[in-house]
């Protein structure tokens, strides 16, 4: 008979078999892989973290060294932009004041003088359309168009400008030959102010703006182009064009009455002048240089000439042309060269901070006098 010591549990311990060993094995080598692969996925998150914050570190310092770079060139242009300002407030006092010719009494307040050749007559109509709505210009106006275009139906472009007076002339001297024509044959008949241009206004939407933000009744003479040329009057060069032939200094003198040194350059043949300012200056320089252009033996299209300008010439396209196009300017005197270091670029289209009405053009009012324009 069995005890009951016998029927106790006894465990059982198995036998290992060779597949038992095998499934051993194999469990082995799935788990090691597996423990393997999560420390290289924390190994790698931990690398991507640190490239990361290394790769924002990077372009943090890019951004600092930019920043950093920036406000340094904009403390020096400022201290370039005051010691300019002082130096032409320093030479203002020695600069003597223009010639104004203060008695003339003009009829009209403002006239818009365009030199025309080809262009669509809508486009041009819508030029001065946009002109004449800036609240800075006066309701007492006049548009005279002058049509280079010997073909023209003048009756036909009279009716495309039914508000306009349309002129034809001859094809010659572009449309500095338009202006001194202009300002010859209306001399006593000049308006109080006059806008000269072109068919096509350049860089039109900036130029609207500089009228609108600096032309006032004290303006004297005001550019509507970029302002930043200045250059040696006897030896006057900008990358597309130089003149060593003496008549930028011989028609400066004319026009201001005292030498030429150094100047600011006007561009484009678009500007404003008062008839005090173009009168000031003389009837004789407009008169030299119109002979200059449109005479065919003239001075202007001689060899000695055309060899200091080194530029094409033709009497519809005079080499004379391109150094009147920059020293406009200079004979409404106002080729001040604190003009060029002070007027904020086209682009910009607003006065700088701090900025004044005469930053971009002169005033017609003696030292001393008061200013109305910008209260």
């Known amino acids: 008979m069995a005890s009951v010591e016998d029927h106790k549990?006894?465990?059982?311990?198995?036998t290992r078999t060779s597949s038992s060993m095998d499934s051993s094995h194999?469990?082995?080598?799935?788990?090691?892989?597996?423990?393997?692969?999560?420390?290289?996925?924390?190994?790698?998150?931990?690398?991507?973290?640190?490239?990361s914050w290394k790769a924002n570190a990077f372009w943090a310092n890019i951004v600092l060294g930019v920043v950093f770079t920036c406000s340094v060139l904009l403390v020096l242009c400022w201290s370039l932009h005051t010691l300019l300002g002082h130096d032409r407030h320093s030479s203002a006092s020695k600069t003597p004041p223009p010639r104004l010719?203060?008695?003339?009494?003009?009829?009209?307040?403002?006239?818009?003088?365009?030199?025309?050749?080809?262009?669509?007559?809508?486009a041009v109509n819508d030029t001065i359309s946009r002109i004449l709505s800036l609240p800075s210009v006066p309701p007492n106006h006049r548009v005279l168009l002058y049509s280079k275009d010997e073909?023209?139906?003048?009756?036909?472009?009279?009716?495309?400008?039914?508000?306009?007076?349309?002129?034809?002339?001859?094809n010659i001297g572009r449309e500095g030959q338009t202006y001194l024509h202009h300002i010859l044959n209306r001399w006593d008949d000049l308006a109080r102010h006059t806008l000269f241009t072109q068919a096509v206004l350049d860089n039109f939407g900036e130029a609207l703006?500089?009228?609108e933000n600096y032309y006032v009744p004290e303006t004297g003479?005001?550019?509507?182009?970029?302002?930043?040329?200045?250059?040696?009057?006897?030896?006057?060069?900008?990358?597309?064009?130089h003149d060593s032939s003496g008549v930028l200094a011989k028609t400066y003198e004319m026009a201001n009455n005292r030498t030429c040194g150094w100047f600011m350059l006007s561009y484009k043949g678009q500007f404003i002048s008062s008839a005090a300012r173009v009168r000031g200056a003389g009837k004789e320089v407009y008169q030299y240089l119109y002979e200059g252009m449109t005479e065919p033996d003239s001075?202007?299209?001689?060899?000695?000439?055309?060899?200091?300008?080194?530029?094409p010439d033709s009497l519809n396209a005079p080499a004379l042309g391109f150094s009147l196009?920059?020293?406009?300017?200079?004979?409404?005197q106002c080729a001040d060269l604190g003009v060029a270091a002070r007027c904020p670029t086209m682009l910009s289209g607003w006065r700088r901070i701090g900025g004044k009405g005469e930053d971009c053009q002169c005033f017609d009012r003696e030292p001393g006098e008061d200013f109305i324009g910008f209260m």
């Open 26 to 51: 194999a469990e082995s080598a799935v788990t090691i892989p597996l423990m393997k692969d999560e420390g290289l996925e924390d190994y790698f998150r931990t690398e991507q973290r640190s490239l």
């Open 151 to 170: 073909g023209a139906d003048v009756a036909a472009l009279q009716a495309q400008f039914p508000n306009a007076e349309v002129i034809q002339l001859p």
């Open 299 to 311: 001075w202007a299209h001689q060899s000695e000439y055309l060899g200091a300008i080194q530029q």
């Open 209 to 211: 703006h500089r009228i």
């Open 9 to 14: 549990y006894q465990p059982v311990t198995p």
């Open 221 to 241: 003479m005001l550019g509507l182009s970029f302002a930043s040329e200045v250059c040696d009057c006897h030896q006057c060069a900008d990358p597309y064009w």
């Open 101 to 122: 010719d203060k008695a003339y009494q003009p009829e009209t307040d403002f006239d818009i003088v365009v030199s025309i050749y080809k262009e669509d007559p809508a």
């Open 325 to 332: 196009e920059r020293m406009w300017s200079g004979i409404m």
